[in-house]
């Protein structure tokens, strides 16, 4: 803004307005989260590639984190997009109620009153506002890929414990009658009615 401001032929320093200041400041801080959305995309990606791969719970801390960022940053945004538009919104009913306040009853006519923002102000918001709906919208579509990845890996997980399960199942089925015959016929007797005159043994 300090840059913008010391050179001559900026719109910032050309209009001299209170209002295209606001808009260069907004635009700032959207720029910076449209930079930090790029930076969440890179982490998923990268995450997601290593999910698919191998799902490890390493991998699940991380998306877990993740998705606890993205949730801040959502939420710290939605607040900045409701007050983008209710400056483009309502900026000439709020000059035109404070005006019928100051004058009593009496409702002033609303083509005489100006409102706090110029008419550039407002233009270049709708730029700041379609920016924010961009970097909100990625958000929730990362916040969304994040559960579903999360999802995905438990799911992976559980399928692995099961193949386990199953395998230590087909081993027991086969090695228990045969731990029970080993048992049954390795105990010491004296006589033995069942093997005494067995062409087997």
Do not use: W
């Not at 995450?47 to 799902?55: A, C, G, N, V």
């Not at 991380?62 to 949730?71: R, Y």
């Not at 999802?151 to 731990?179: C, G, H, K, Q, W």
């Amino acid at each position: 803004i300090k840059e913008r401001l010391k050179q001559p032929n900026t719109l910032l320093r050309g209009t001299a307005e209170v209002s295209v200041l606001l808009h260069g400041l907004l635009d700032l801080m959207v720029d910076h989260a449209v930079q930090v959305v790029d930076a969440f995309q890179d982490q998923i990606l990268y995450l997601e590639q290593e999910t698919l791969l191998r799902p490890q719970m390493d991998s699940v801390k991380l998306l877990h984190l993740l998705s606890a960022d993205i949730t801040l940053h959502k939420r710290a945004l939605k607040p900045l997009q409701s007050l983008v538009y209710g400056m483009r919104r309502y900026d000439m009913d709020r000059c035109v109620a404070i005006a019928a306040s100051v004058n009593g009853s009496n409702a002033p006519d609303p083509s005489k009153v100006k409102g706090f923002l110029s008419y550039q102000a407002k233009v270049y918001l709708a730029d700041v506002h379609d920016h924010l709906e961009y970097v909100i919208s990625s958000l929730e579509m990362f916040e969304t890929i994040t559960e579903n990845l999360i999802s995905y890996s438990f799911n992976v997980l559980s399928y692995d414990m099961n193949e386990i399960m199953r395998r230590l199942t087909l081993a027991t089925l086969i090695f228990f009658p045969l731990t029970f015959l080993s048992g049954y016929f390795g105990m010491n007797f004296t006589r033995f009615s069942a093997i005494e005159g067995s062409d087997f043994l």
